[in-house]
């Protein structure tokens, strides 16, 4: 059973910068295709960022050109750095994985979420 542990939330001030880490066990690590995914208080889901198992990474369009999505293989760990924060970028972030060689369109391992906070 594949397990994803998210950290590193927290609070930060606008225009600060945040990264947090999601640890997977249980699977192999490296043929996996992870993603950042968040929800906002009373908003619906929204998609992040996202890297494939072979280093291709895609980013949300509110996101581009401020986070920066990455893993480590050896660490079985994906992390997402956060900059130039923005209140808007308050939620709750989740950590996402689905085995990427057979292009599966849904994730099928979801984190628990961390909360992260951007002060005005």
């Known amino acids: 059973q594949v397990r994803l542990v998210e950290s590193g939330g927290g609070w930060v001030q606008a225009g600060g910068s945040l990264r947090v880490s999601c640890a997977a066990s249980?699977?192999?690590?490296?043929?996996?295709?992870m993603g950042w995914f968040r929800q906002a208080a009373g908003k619906e889901r929204e998609f992040v960022a996202s890297?494939?198992?072979?280093?291709?990474?895609d980013y949300g369009d509110s996101v581009k050109g401020r986070f920066t999505i990455s893993r480590d293989n050896a660490k079985n760990t994906v992390y997402l750095l956060m900059d130039t924060l923005k209140p808007e970028d308050t939620a709750v972030y989740y950590c996402a994985g689905k085995f990427g060689p057979i292009r599966v369109i849904n994730y099928s391992y979801w984190g628990q979420g961390t909360q992260v906070t951007v002060s005005s």
């Open positions: 249980g699977g192999t690590f490296s043929r996996f295709d």
């Open positions: 890297i494939r198992w072979t280093g291709e990474t």
